[in-house]
């Protein structure tokens, strides 16, 4: 009987755990308040606050997601807009010269990060989907601390078996 008690604690857990990692963006519209906001979609990864009283709400869907959803808070404590962010639209948006500040509040926290010392160069990925999984790279100058270039890269989810075989 307790086998069964635990069995049905863990579906309960894991269906928590799943509807929370499929929080419904789209339910979301100018003009709802910031607390309902919290309350549909939980609390956001990161808040970056604004000089007049504004927020922007950063939702990043982990490290196999494809979709970062930014929500712009207006002072009055309202929802102005509603954005995913990893899209061509944001990425073409990513000049050289730019901070990691500016592309992380453009882009939101990124899948990874990797370090080249000997190029002086930090690279930091986001993946995505366009019609099929992507990755978008952003390459920093790690000692100025700004963008040299970026790189969009298919992504092999299945490796070719006879890639190198002749």
Known sequence: MKIRALAADA????AVVFAAGCADFSAL?????AQTVADRVGAPGM????????????YPAGYYGVQTFMI??????????VHQVLSE???SKVQPGMSRVAV????GRPREIWYFPP???????????????????????RTQGTVR??????????????????
């Open 47 to 58: 808040v970056w606050k604004d000089p007049d009283g504004s927020e922007l709400w950063e």
């Open 11 to 14: 579906i309960t857990l894991a």
């Open 29 to 33: 519209s100018p003009g709802d308040s």
């Open 104 to 107: 992380h509040r453009l882009l």
């Open 119 to 141: 190029r002086d160069e930090e690279a930091w990925t986001w993946r995505y989907q366009d019609v099929r999984y992507r990755l978008f790279s952003v390459l920093f100058d």
């Open 72 to 81: 712009d808070i207006g002072a009055d404590q309202n929802v102005r807009d």
């Open 89 to 91: 639209e944001y990425f």
């Open 149 to 166: 270039t970026v790189l969009r890269l298919d992504e092999d989810v299945i490796p070719d078996r006879d890639r190198g075989r002749h």
